[in-house]
Every structure is written in C-alpha cells, then in structure tokens.
C-alpha cells in the first residue's frame, strides 16, 4: 500500500497512537517486568538490559534466582546485594529480589505481566526460546533484548574467569 501525502504514517500505525504520543499517562496500564538470572557476577552487559528494559516497562525487577544447574560462589541473598549495589541509585523503577521458584510463579504471585531475557548470541537464543515457550504456557510472556555488539562477549563465566 503506497503512503498518501494525507497519511501521516504507514498503514500499520493507522488506528493506533502517534508514536510520539506512546508516552506514559495515568490512564495507561502499568506494566512490570522480571529480569530473572544467577547474575554470579552481575556484568555490565546485565546491567545495560536492564537500561534497556527500564526504557519499555514501568518497573523492573531484577530477580536474583536459584538454579540448580549452577553452583554459584554467593547464594542468592549475597548476589542480590551485589545487583543493587551496582544499579545508579536514580533508577528507582528498578528493584532486586531473591527466589527460589519458578519465575513464572514469581510473576503471578507479585502481577509482573513480562519476562524480559537478554541474548548474546543464537546458542542463547535457542536455549531462552525453549524457556519461553514454557512460560508462555503458564501465561507469561517474554521479550528478548539483543545483546550490544560491544557487550556480547561479555559473561559471567568469562567475568569469572578473568578474575580468578
């Protein structure tokens, strides 16, 4: 469908807000996110998702998670003093919790409409697809955010690694 000098933007904005009037209002809905991870250690590629995420969702909450198939150098507790003492200070719609569950139980237990995952690469993508699937099946959406190309080396592992 070709544009019309009437038509202030393609078809497929036509029915739905301007872009620049998407900002937040009082009479939107709220909508929270998860970011859940070990964050055994928390990089500075997490903490540039969480940014990221901070820019779609009303709030986020980072939840520092159990995983039974990692073996972490901190529990969960300790980890999540670590998170909070790496976010700035001035982003105060972000917060950090523990757990131990699922996080789809997490997500309807504290109304978080979303699962926000970060990928690095397609060996990451095919592994949080599978998770997603399965959150998707308990009701839970999850978005991806693509690692930053200057980011997407950076892991805990290597983090680790290096600093041993």
């Known amino acids: 469908m070709a544009l019309r000098p009437e038509d202030p933007h393609p078809a497929y904005f036509r029915g739905r807000p301007e872009p620049s009037s998407t900002a937040r209002t009082p009479d939107r809905v709220r909508?929270?996110?998860?970011?859940?991870?070990?964050?055994?250690?928390f990089t500075s590629g997490h903490l540039n998702v969480v940014d990221r995420a901070r820019d779609l969702f009303d709030e986020v909450v980072v939840l520092v998670a159990v995983n039974s198939n990692k073996h972490p150098g901190a529990d969960e507790e300790e980890r999540a003093a670590a998170v909070r003492a790496s976010l700035p200070i001035e982003w105060t719609s972000v917060t950090v919790a523990a757990w131990s569950g699922l996080t789809s139980t997490y997500c309807h237990r504290n109304e978080v409409g979303v699962i926000v995952r970060g990928v690095r690469n397609t060996t990451d993508l095919h592994a949080e697809y599978q998770l997603a699937a399965m959150?998707?099946?308990?009701?839970v959406p999850t978005v991806f955010l693509p690692a930053q190309p200057e980011l997407a080396a950076v892991s805990s592992t290597a983090v680790r690694t290096l600093g041993e």
Do not use: C, H, K, M
């Open 31 to 41: 909508v929270r996110a998860v970011y859940p991870g070990t964050f055994d250690p």
């Open 135 to 139: 959150n998707q099946s308990l009701d």
